[in-house]
C-alpha cells in the first residue's frame, strides 16, 4: 500500500504505510508538535487514529470485490507516553476475518526505545456493495 492510497485524514496525520500483509500491517507516524498533547506527548487521539487507520486499510485489502467496512467497536490501554519528536511505530494483527467482521488488535510503540505505548483492539463492520456517494 501506498501513501497516496492511504485516505485525506491519514494522509494529513503523516501516517506512512510500511509493509502490508493479509494478516498484518505496520505503519509509522512521526509524532510532530501538531499531533502532540499540553504535556509534550502524542494526543491519545493520535494514537486512536493511527490504530483505526491501519485496522481499516487492513480490513480493505482484506474486502471481497465491491465491498467497503466501517469501524464499528474500538477499545484503547494507553500503557507509557511517546513524546513530540519521536516516532510511534504500529503493528496491526488480524485476530479475526470472518464474513461480517473483522478484529484487528495494534500495537504501538515508541521508536526511540521499543517500549509498548497502547494497544488497540477494533471491530470492522464488513459491508457488502458500496454506500454513500
Known amino acids: 500500500m501506498r501513501q497516496d492510497q492511504q485516505p485525506p485524514f491519514a494522509q494529513l496525520l503523516d501516517i506512512r504505510i510500511i509493509r502490508t500483509e493479509p494478516d498484518r500491517i505496520e505503519a509509522e507516524l512521526p509524532v510532530r508538535p501538531e499531533l502532540g498533547n499540553r504535556n509534550g506527548n502524542m494526543h491519545g487521539g493520535a494514537v486512536m487514529a493511527l490504530a483505526d487507520d491501519l485496522g481499516g486499510a487492513a480490513t480493505i485489502i482484506n474486502l471481497p470485490e465491491g465491498a467497503t467496512t466501517a469501524t464499528i467497536e474500538s477499545k484503547t490501554n494507553f500503557f507509557a507516553a511517546i513524546n513530540v519528536g519521536d516516532t510511534a511505530r504500529a503493528e496491526c494483527i488480524a485476530l479475526h476475518k470472518g464474513r461480517t467482521t473483522m478484529v484487528w488488535q495494534t ?9 509498548l505505548a497502547a494497544i488497540v483492539t477494533q471491530t470492522q463492520l464488513v459491508i457488502a456493495g458500496k454506500f454513500g456517494k
Open 107 to 115: 500495537r504501538i510503540t515508541r521508536a526511540s526505545d521499543g517500549r
